[in-house]
């Protein structure tokens, strides 16, 4: 183990936004929202103020409409009841000295009909059911299959995002990361695997990322720049996404988001929650190709982290895991103390048990 971990305590800017460690908190699917409302609640203003030491804050992902929602009891973005739930947590890190993002999320096929109104099939780029599981009142369920989204639907699911970053300024985010990743509806229309459309929004390139970018495009007249972010996996299998070309896509799509100026891409190296190596990729290149900052995310150890920082290949790398097992995974980090290991029967649904009661290293200690 490296003794010193001091490379991932030099302070970092992403506009003008300073973040006072290198150490991201991962957004973490945990489906603790208030079961009928999806509007957070005093248990997850616990959570998120646990972890306030973290350099930024992503929370987890808030899906725009009902429409985005593939999982029973993640928050909402979309009323005014979710916007309070979220305005008493960014209140709660904010005082306890920490920085927070909404993570924007629309799912895309990764749904399920017992989630949409009037148990609508889900929507997507292409009518090609995953080959996925989410999760519903009854448990792990296949994913339902979908219907492939109008031309003329398609604006008012990128206004739906644009609400939906309207809702999270009101509710005292420091900015937004688009859900770009994981096999979800952005990512959907990115990769050729899912998208077989033939409208200005399938076939080449510049097409597949339209969808995209328009996003990206309507959340930039709500967020200054540099509070815009965006999560991409590019060879990631995660919900059955592939892609042909994902030098090529990923490569175009982040130049055109370097034009844009926003302030981040986040990036899932490898395939998500699994092996970093499971297919070639240069994410050198990708940061090479993107004048913002870039957060790497799997699988990183403290040592790992500590060399990607000092050897320049990312401004921060962001945790999950880790971050759930340990409140105080910065100050862990920092002096090299051990980790709480992570309990996975209680990563979704359910109380406090798993949730809010890993111990910090000074109640460990009492
Ligand atoms: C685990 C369970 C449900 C959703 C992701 C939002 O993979 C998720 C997710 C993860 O990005």
Redesign the pocket.
Known sequence: MTDDASALFTPFKIGDLTLPNRLVMA?L?RNRATPGTDAPNQLNVEYYVQRASAGLIISE?TQVSRQGQG?IWTPGMYNDEQVKGWRAITDAVHAAGGRIFAQL?HVGRVSHISLQADEAAPVAPSAITAKSKT?VASGFAETSAPRALETAEIAGVVADFAKAAENAKRAGFDGIEL?G??G?LIEQFIKDGTNKRTDQYGGSIENRVRFPLEVVDAVLKVFPRERVGIRLSPVSP?NDASTSDAAEVYGHLVQELGKRGIGFIHVVEGA?GGPRDNAPFDYAALRKAFPGAYIANNGYTRDLAIEAIAEGRADAVAFGKAFIANPDLPERLRVGAPLNELERATL?GGDAKGYTDYPALTQAAE
Request: no cysteine; charged share 0%; proline share 8%.
């Open positions: 957004p699917t992902g999982y999320w999760y859900h990743a994981n979800y995660a998500t979704y």
